[in-house]
Structures are given as C-alpha cells and as structure tokens.
C-alpha cells in the first residue's frame, strides 16, 4: 500500500514541479529556522542546570531599599555562608564566591591568563560538576589549593596528568604557589558563568585589605546554599528575611532565596518584583520558530488546494474505481509527509553549513547532536507535525471532492476554500508585518543606546589593567605614554565604568530626611580622571595637584547626586561619606556608567589613586596601530613578566548591549526569512492565478486591453490582502513593541515613519514577486491562450 502510495507521490511531484519545488523549499526554510532556534533554545535551558541534585540549590538574593527604590542582587556579606551553615539547620552546605577575574599563571615557560573564581570549602559539594580527579570534600580546604578545569590543566601542563603539579600565580602582589588538588570536566553549558580555575576563598578572605568581607554591613561576593531534602524555599525565604538586620543595627537589607538553576533564564528583578528576565527572549524566540514553520505549512497548503481542480479528475477516477475516502486522505497525507522527508533533510543539511555563522551571531558554540536519541525523537516529531499540518486540510478537502462534480466540469473553488486561502496568505503577512516593523523599532533603540551621549567620551579611548610592575611603576608608565605624541592624557580609575561596580549608601548630608536613603556609586579616581574621561563640569573645578587636601577632604558630584543633596539645602556644598566629611568642589554632566536599561543614579568622584588598577588612555586620531605599538612597547618594558593587553571603550561599551544586539541580528533575519516564504507562496499562487485566468487574459488581450490593465486584473487580489494585513500586523508591532521599549529607562519614541517604511518593503516585495508571474502573463500570445482549451 505504502509503495503506491509512494509511486503516485512521486509521479505527482514530477507532473507538478513548480509546485513541488516551492512546497519543498519553504518547508526546508522553515524546519531550517526552527531547528536552528530549537538547538539556540535548547542551549538556553542547558545554561546553568543539569548537576545532581540541582532542585536542592538555592542563592541567596538581597532585596536592598533606598528611599522608593529596590534593588535587588546577588551580592551578600562575605561572613554570610559560614554563619548560616552554623546556625540554620536546613542548610546543609553553604558557600561563598567571588566575581570572575583574570590572572596570569604560569608553571615552566608557559605563560598563559585565566579566567577564575575564589570559593569556599563546600562549593563543589553544591555545584557537583564532574570531578575528573581529586576529592570533592578537600580540593578546597587548604589555601595552597587549586582547582583546574581539563582545558586549562592542558594549557598549563599539556596533559591532564597534573595532580599535585605546582603552579605559580603572578599578581601585583608578586608571586603566590599552589598545588593542583583537583581537576574539572570543563562545565560547558553546566556553569552559568565560564571559568577556568578555583582558589580558595579564605585566600582572598584573608587578606589585609579585605577586611570589608568582615562586616555585615557590606557585600560582594556571592552566598550559595544546598538546602536539606524537603526544606520549603518559601518558608525558608520567610525564616532568613532579617537574617542581616539581626546581626546589624540599622541595615536596608532584607534576604531570600532564589533557585540558582533558575537565575539564568528568571533572574530578573524591577523594584523588587521579579521580572520574565531571559525566558522572554526564549518566548519571543520560539514564537518565531513556530510562526516561521507555520507560515511554510501555509504555503503548502495553500498551493495545494489551489491546484484542487487539475487533482479533482484524479479523484474522481480513485473513487470511481473504489477508493474510499480514507484510503484518498492517507494518500495525500503520505504526500505531504514524503515532501516534509525531503525537506527535513535538505534543512539539516543548511543547518550544518550555517551553523558557523549562526554561533558567531549567537555567540554560542551549538552543534547538531547526531548520537543523540532524543534529538531524533524531537526531529521526527517536528517533521511529523509539519507534515500533518501541511497536509491535512488538502487532505480533507480534496477527499471531499464529489465524483458527479467532477466528471461535470462543475469543479470550481468554493467561496471557503477561496475565503480560507485568502485568510491564510493574510495571516501569512500580518506575521511578516509584524517582524520586519519590529526589527525596525529594535534597530533605532538599540542604534540609539550605541550612539547616545554618555557624559563622556568612550571614542579613541582604551582601557589597560595595571599588572605587575605597571601599578608599582605607575608614575613612569604615565610620564612616557603621555610623551607619546598620539597620546592627549592618561588617569587611571578603580571604577570599570562597565556597571555597578562599588557603591555605598553611607552619604549623609545636611538637611537629609531621616527617612531617606540613596545609593551612591563611588569611582576612586587619579588626576587628570576627568580630563582623559572627557567628562564636562558644569560647576566648580578639578582636583588639584597644588590642593594636598584634595585627597582626604574633597569629592566632586555628578548632577543627579548634587541634586540629591541641595534638594531640601541648595546652600549645601559638602557631604559625609562613611564617616569622612568631604567639600565639594565641582559637579561634573551626569554620566551614564550602567546601560540605558538603566535610570541615572547618583554617583561621586574621589581622589583615591592607591585604589586605583584601570588606565586609561586617551589617543588622537591618527594611526592607532602605530599607537598601539608604541603603549605596548613601553607596557613591555617596565612590566615583562605580564603580556600587554588593552581594550578600548566604545568595544566594552557595545558588549554591555551584547545580549541586545544578538535580539536585533536574529530578528532581522529571521524577519527577511519569514518574507521569503511568504512570497513563495505567493508566487506560487499567483502562477496558478496567472494559469486559471489564461483564457481571460487572452480574451482580454484581443479586445485590446493594455499590459496594465491586465496586470491589475491580477495583482489587486493579493495587493489588497497584503495591505491589509500590514494594517493589523502594524497595529500588533506597535503594542508589542511599546511593552519591549519599557525595558530601557532612555529610549526612541515610536516614530511615524516606521509603519510607512515597513508597508513599503512588504509591498514592494510582495509587488515584485506577483508581478513577475503577472507580467509573464500579460506579455504571453492570446491565440495560446484562447486556444488553451
């Protein structure tokens, strides 16, 4: 049965090429697309889950107040996890970890930099990643410790062989030893963050100048719990919410716990809510998918019933001949299924040659699991579907069809067949409407946060770390790179100017209300900050070498703070910041050190360069290579222990914006991607309009109609369905794109010009394809086609 079924398929496909080759090609397209989202969000899921025991894994959160602001992070005091462990008996392990950070190490001639983490005793028994050699429940109990992934033990030693190997870890400290107690399958997708080492926390607990990590009233690091079977994170949450204020008079902080498997995908907050975070993303991105395919199913369907006429006599004769209904309906099913086949593996195929491109667009490293069961159990489920879907309304339809109708030439479409086709090629471009005026309101924002203002100057400005010699010699390096002639300025800064990256809410004034509190950045800062930074003031003057003062008892404000503080004093010129009354002597432009997905907050500068490990430099313009050149040299020079590395800010700027920009490129493709099928569709079908109305065309024709008049004939059936559809896929962009723009505090207005360029490109687009079968049509001998039949 199968093999006939097979055999008139194939006869089928041959007979109707045109047809056959549009149906195969969008449905390649579109399992193309949804295979390559299917793996992107597979990967998502994958990120930060899948260790034993992970339903048992909590982080713990702060919810922070500040006047009628909530903060809400990940941050914790550094004493948090030994003091839970101690005196909560749902805790069954607890450890703290720190940020990621870079160090050079170093074992024989290889040289080679790191990215890593410190971490306490009970961290790998929480995080169970695979543990390739070593004892889980000693690797970090001893401060002589190290802890290596595969890759980096290879690096470093060239073999994974390395345990009790000694490795050396150069800082601006000098030189520290470890031995390798424990090595790591690399994490992958198993680790939200990437790292490549683990040191001890009680290293960097220890020492002298941490002794902030002591203290309740601070925080940093991060607290991550594995909670005993059958503990309610709810009431846990509830029992922990003044676990800080019971330690510390005083404190804004209120403590919960947040699955950790969770923090990847939900782990956002606004105001102290907890927000959709990156699952909205994977939403959006999945609808996509799923819209794309169906859109190709469309297609199918419609070219399908569309050729129902020159099928019908084919029917009519199975039926004659004893064919039941059922028996038809399988037949066309199998047909849909068979071309679903072809098309499935042509999009594995065009997977796996754009699977490179899509990885760098993605910045991901996804592959197609060939020796995976289960993603041939989903492959085959997904082309199952999509044959179904395609097939089954021709299917019925073309079943249904009448022997006595048939054999009378009384075959026509129905008004529901032709309402259903019409219905299905508008939703068709309402959906590819919606996407291309999307992607032109993603474009402009994140355009505009890339271009935007910042209050300073991140063009031909570079960022360099103060390794080794250069923090020491830090004088030296000044003098000669601003001797450089390319070079205008050189300071240096603790502050990234990437993110939050120190803040206090210990900023009292005169005239504050008691009741209310901010949180103030703090940039410890060199001489010439400002001026290499390009930041403007608006009031007062710079920190001065002739003032030694400066130092201990002066802070420059940016606008959003000096607001802050002269609000119920406008007399007022001086703060106290922990303790330390300072004057201020200048106020600077506000300036935009988080993303714009961010208000501004209050921020102020202080003269503290012993604090201070980022230069940077401003360059002129002029041959940067050269430039560049020329700073390695001297870095080289006074630091050659330490390879010269430099990064420039508007590149650091753009990476803030990184998981924007990706939104952007997918959407535009994926857009472009959902037009092209849909015009094949539409020029399949309007072939087939172009077929059917040969007849007239010709007559026409001989009565001296004009090529435009003929093309109007058929180009006005699906000219008015694409208009309209672009009416209702505008209206459905603007308020989904308005929900979207609420997620940036400095953001585009949603400009008229957006509907009219986004209608343009789909009906010029949709014109020219129709148009082309319409032009065929209309330049084509009328004696043919009268003769046709």
Same mark, same amino acid.
């Given at each position: #049965?199968?093999?006939?079924?097979?055999?008139?398929?194939?006869?089928?496909?041959?007979?109707?090429?045109?047809?056959?080759?549009?149906?195969?090609?969008?449905?390649?397209?579109?399992?193309?697309?949804?295979?390559?989202? %299917?793996?992107?969000?597979?990967?998502?899921?994958?990120?930060?889950?899948?260790?034993?025991?992970?339903?048992?894994?909590?982080?713990?959160?702060?919810? @922070?107040?500040?006047?009628?602001?909530?903060?809400?992070?990940? +941050?914790?005091?550094?004493?948090?996890?030994?003091?839970? !462990?101690?005196?909560?008996?749902?805790?069954?392990?607890?450890?703290?970890?720190?940020?990621?950070?870079?160090?050079?190490?170093?074992?024989?001639? /290889?040289?080679?930099?790191?990215?890593?983490?410190?971490?306490?005793?009970?961290?790998?028994?929480?995080? @169970?990643?695979?543990?390739?050699?070593? /004892?889980?429940?000693?690797?970090?109990?001893?401060?002589?410790?190290?802890?290596?992934?595969?890759?980096?033990?290879?690096?470093?030693?060239?073999?994974?062989?390395?345990?009790?190997?000694?490795?050396?870890?150069?800082?601006?400290?000098?030189?520290?030893?470890?031995?390798?107690?424990?090595?790591?399958?690399?994490?992958?997708?198993?680790?939200?963050?990437?790292?490549?080492?683990?040191?001890?926390?009680?290293?960097?607990?220890?020492?002298?100048?941490?002794?902030?990590? !002591?203290?309740?009233?601070?925080?940093?690091? +991060? $607290?991550?719990? !594995?909670?005993?079977?059958?503990?309610?994170?709810?009431?846990?949450?509830?029992?922990?919410?003044?676990?800080?204020?019971?330690?510390?008079?005083?404190?804004?902080?209120?403590?919960?716990?947040?699955?950790?498997?969770?923090?990847?995908?939900? %782990?956002?907050?606004?105001?102290?809510?907890?927000?959709?975070?990156?699952?909205?993303? *994977?939403?959006?991105?999945?609808?996509?998918?799923?819209?794309?395919?169906?859109?190709?199913?469309?297609?199918?369907? /419609?070219?399908?019933?569309?050729?129902?006429?020159?099928?019908?006599?084919?029917?009519?004769?199975?039926?004659?001949? %004893?064919?039941?209904?059922?028996?038809?309906?399988?037949?066309?099913?199998?047909?849909?299924?068979?071309?679903?086949?072809? +098309?499935?593996?042509?999009?594995?195929?065009?997977?796996?040659?754009?699977?490179?491109?899509?990885?760098?667009? $993605?910045?991901?490293?996804?592959?197609?699991?060939?020796?995976?069961?289960?993603?041939?159990?989903?492959?085959?489920?997904?082309?199952?579907?999509?044959?179904?879907? &395609?097939?089954?309304?021709?299917?019925?339809?073309?079943?249904?069809?009448?022997? *006595?109708?048939?054999?009378?030439?009384?075959?026509?479409?129905?008004?529901?067949?032709?309402? &259903?086709?019409?219905?299905?090629?508008?939703?068709?471009?309402?959906?590819?409407?919606?996407?291309?005026?999307?992607?032109?309101?993603?474009?402009?924002?994140?355009?505009?946060?890339? /271009?935007?203002?910042?209050?300073?100057?991140?063009?031909?400005?570079?960022?360099?770390?103060?390794?080794?010699?250069?923090?020491?010699?830090?004088?030296?390096?000044?003098?000669?790179?601003?001797?450089?002639?390319?070079?205008?300025?050189? +300071?240096?800064?603790?502050?990234? #100017?990437?993110?939050?990256?120190?803040? $206090?809410?210990?900023?009292?004034?005169?005239?504050?209300?008691?009741?209310?509190?901010?949180?103030?950045?703090?940039?410890?800062?060199?001489?010439?900050?400002?001026?290499?930074?390009?930041?403007?003031?608006?009031?007062?003057?710079?920190?001065?070498?002739?003032?030694?003062?400066?130092?201990?008892?002066?802070?420059?404000?940016?606008?959003?703070?000096?607001?802050?503080? $002269?609000?119920?004093?406008?007399?007022?010129?001086?703060?106290?910041?922990?303790?330390?009354?300072?004057?201020?002597?200048?106020?600077?432009?506000?300036?935009?050190?988080?993303?714009?997905?961010? &208000?501004?907050?209050?921020?102020?500068?202080?003269?503290?360069? @012993?604090?201070?490990?980022?230069?940077?430099?401003?360059?002129?313009?002029?041959?940067?290579?050269?430039?560049?050149?020329?700073?390695?040299?001297?870095?080289?020079?006074?630091?050659?222990?330490?390879?010269?590395?430099? @990064?420039?800010?508007?590149?650091?700027?753009?990476?803030?914006?990184?998981?924007?920009?990706?939104?952007?490129?997918?959407?535009?493709?994926?857009?472009?991607?959902?037009?092209?099928?849909?015009?094949?569709?539409?020029?399949?079908?309007?072939?087939? *309009?172009?077929?059917?109305?040969?007849?007239?065309? %010709?007559?026409?024709?001989?009565?001296?109609?004009?090529?435009?008049?003929?093309?109007?004939?058929?180009?006005?059936?699906?000219?008015?369905?694409?208009?309209?559809?672009?009416?209702?896929?505008?209206?459905?962009?603007?308020?989904?794109?308005?929900?979207?723009?609420?997620?940036?505090?400095?953001?585009?207005?949603?400009?008229?010009?957006?509907?009219?360029?986004?209608?343009?490109?789909?009906?010029?687009?949709?014109?020219?394809?129709?148009?082309?079968?319409?032009?065929?049509?209309?330049?084509?001998?009328?004696?043919?086609?009268?003769?046709?039949?």
């Amino acid at each position: #049965m199968f093999a006939n079924y097979l055999k008139i398929a194939l006869r089928g496909f041959a007979k109707h090429r045109l047809t056959f080759f549009i149906n195969t090609l969008g449905l390649s397209l579109g399992l193309w697309a949804a295979i390559l989202i %299917g793996l992107w969000i597979k990967s998502e899921f994958e990120k930060g889950r899948g260790l034993a025991e992970s339903d048992q894994v909590f982080r713990v959160m702060e919810h @922070q107040f500040y006047g009628d602001q909530v903060f809400t992070i990940p +941050s914790t005091p550094g004493i948090l996890a030994e003091a839970m !462990k101690e005196n909560l008996t749902e805790v069954e392990h607890a450890a703290t970890y720190t940020w990621n950070e870079e160090h050079l190490f170093v074992h024989r001639e /290889n040289k080679i930099k790191l990215t890593g983490l410190y971490a306490g005793p009970d961290y790998l028994n929480i995080f @169970q990643f695979p543990l390739l050699a070593g /004892n889980r429940n000693s690797v970090l109990t001893d401060k002589s410790h190290i802890v290596l992934t595969e890759s980096a033990a290879i690096k470093l030693f060239g073999t994974l062989d390395a345990l009790g190997e000694q490795v050396e870890l150069v800082s601006n400290e000098g030189k520290e030893l470890y031995l390798v107690e424990g090595i790591l399958a690399d994490p992958g997708e198993k680790a939200e963050t990437n790292f490549e080492y683990i040191l001890p926390y009680q290293v960097i607990f220890d020492k002298p100048y941490n002794d902030w990590l !002591k203290h309740w009233g601070n925080n940093g690091p +991060s $607290t991550i719990l !594995k909670l005993r079977k059958g503990t309610d994170p709810e009431k846990f949450s509830a029992s922990i919410k003044n676990f800080i204020k019971d330690r510390m008079e005083g404190v804004n902080t209120e403590l919960f716990v947040f699955p950790q498997s969770d923090m990847y995908l939900y %782990g956002s907050w606004k105001d102290g809510i907890l927000q959709e975070g990156r699952i909205k993303t *994977v939403k959006l991105f999945a609808l996509i998918g799923f819209f794309i395919l169906l859109i190709a199913c469309i297609n199918f369907m /419609n070219l399908s019933t569309a050729k129902s006429q020159k099928r019908a006599k084919e029917v009519g004769v199975r039926k004659v001949s %004893g064919a039941d209904r059922k028996s038809l309906i399988y037949q066309f099913l199998s047909e849909s299924l068979i071309i679903t086949l072809f +098309s499935g593996v042509l999009s594995l195929l065009l997977v796996q040659a754009t699977l490179p491109v899509f990885n760098q667009l $993605t910045g991901k490293t996804l592959m197609i699991p060939f020796f995976q069961l289960e993603f041939w159990l989903q492959l085959f489920g997904i082309l199952l579907f999509t044959g179904l879907v &395609a097939g089954s309304y021709p299917a019925f339809y073309l079943s249904a069809t009448k022997v *006595v109708s048939v054999f009378k030439n009384h075959l026509t479409g129905s008004k529901h067949v032709v309402f &259903a086709r019409k219905g299905l090629v508008l939703f068709q471009f309402i959906l590819a409407t919606g996407l291309i005026l999307s992607t032109v309101v993603i474009f402009q924002q994140i355009n505009y946060a890339l /271009n935007q203002d910042l209050g300073y100057e991140k063009d031909q400005l570079i960022s360099v770390s103060l390794e080794g010699q250069l923090l020491e010699k830090y004088e030296i390096f000044k003098s000669r790179i601003e001797s450089i002639p390319e070079v205008g300025s050189m +300071s240096r800064a603790l502050h990234s #100017m990437m993110g939050r990256n120190n803040n $206090t809410g210990g900023v009292d004034w005169e005239g504050k209300d008691p009741d209310f509190n901010a949180l103030f950045e703090r940039f410890r800062v060199d001489y010439d900050f400002l001026e290499t930074m390009g930041m403007k003031l608006v009031s007062g003057e710079d920190f001065s070498r002739e003032k030694g003062s400066d130092s201990i008892s002066a802070v420059i404000l940016n606008e959003k703070a000096f607001q802050i503080i $002269t609000q119920n004093n406008p007399e007022n010129r001086s703060v106290n910041i922990n303790g330390e009354e300072r004057e201020v002597i200048g106020v600077v432009k506000d300036f935009h050190f988080q993303s714009l997905h961010e &208000a501004m907050e209050p921020a102020f500068i202080v003269l503290e360069p @012993q604090y201070a490990e980022n230069a940077f430099i401003r360059v002129k313009s002029g041959d940067m290579q050269q430039t560049l050149a020329s700073i390695q040299q001297v870095a080289e020079e006074l630091n050659p222990l330490f390879p010269f590395s430099y @990064q420039f800010m508007d590149d650091n700027y753009a990476r803030m914006y990184q998981d924007d920009v990706r939104l952007r490129d997918l959407a535009q493709y994926f857009s472009l991607l959902t037009i092209l099928i849909s015009c094949l569709g539409l020029l399949g079908l309007s072939a087939h *309009v172009a077929e059917q109305k040969t007849k007239e065309i %010709g007559i026409r024709k001989v009565l001296g109609a004009s090529t435009w008049s003929i093309l109007t004939v058929i180009n006005r059936e699906f000219i008015s369905i694409v208009v309209l559809s672009i009416i209702i896929g505008s209206a459905l962009a603007f308020w989904l794109m308005q929900d979207w723009l609420k997620g940036y505090a400095y953001r585009i207005e949603f400009e008229w010009w957006f509907i009219p360029f986004a209608a343009g490109v789909i009906l010029g687009i949709a014109l020219l394809t129709v148009g082309i079968q319409s032009f065929r049509a209309a330049r084509s001998n009328p004696v043919h086609a009268i003769k046709s039949e």
